[in-house]
C-alpha cells in the first residue's frame, strides 16, 4: 500500500500563487498515474489534474487549465501541484491521490480510479 503525503496548503489572496507537494511512498520503478483532487463543503470530490509516470502526460479539468500546472521529480515519487491566479472558488480540501500500475486514461478524474489517497490539505482563497 503506496502512503501519500501532502504538503503547502493554506491562505492566499485572490489573483496569488501556492504549490502543493505530495510524496509517495511508492517505487521509483513502479509506473503510476498520480492526481490531485479537491473537495469543498457540500461539493463532491473535483479531479483537479493528473500525471502519468511514464512520460509525463498531464490532465486538467478545464477550470484550472493556463492556471495549474502538475509536475513530478525526476525520482517520480513527489508531484508538484503549482497553482497560480488563484480564484476564492479553488477553495478547497485538496487531495493528492496515486493508481499504482496503470496509466491515467480518459477517466483519470474519477476518484474511484485511484487506490491511495492523502490526508487532504486545505488552500483557501480569499477575495
Known amino acids: 500500500q503506496v502512503q501519500l503525503v501532502e504538503s503547502g496548503g493554506g491562505s492566499v489572496q485572490a489573483g496569488g500563487s501556492m504549490r502543493l507537494s505530495c510524496a509517495a511512498s511508492a517505487s521509483t520503478y513502479i509506473s503510476k498515474c498520480m492526481a490531485w483532487f479537491r473537495q469543498a463543503p457540500g461539493k463532491e470530490r473535483e479531479g483537479v489534474a493528473a500525471v502519468y509516470s511514464v512520460g509525463g502526460r498531464t490532465y486538467y479539468t478545464d477550470s484550472v487549465k493556463g492556471r495549474f500546472t502538475i509536475s513530478q521529480d525526476n525520482a517520480k515519487i513527489t508531484v508538484y501541484l503549482q497553482m497560480n491566479s488563484l480564484k476564492p472558488e479553488d477553495t478547497a480540501m485538496y487531495f493528492c491521490?496515486?493508481?499504482?500500475?496503470?496509466?491515467?486514461?480518459?477517466?483519470?478524474?474519477?476518484?474511484?480510479?485511484?487506490?491511495?489517497w492523502g490526508q487532504g490539505t486545505q488552500v483557501t482563497v480569499s477575495s
Open positions: 491521490a496515486a493508481h499504482l500500475g496503470a496509466p491515467c486514461g480518459d477517466i483519470w478524474w474519477h476518484p474511484a480510479q485511484y487506490n491511495a
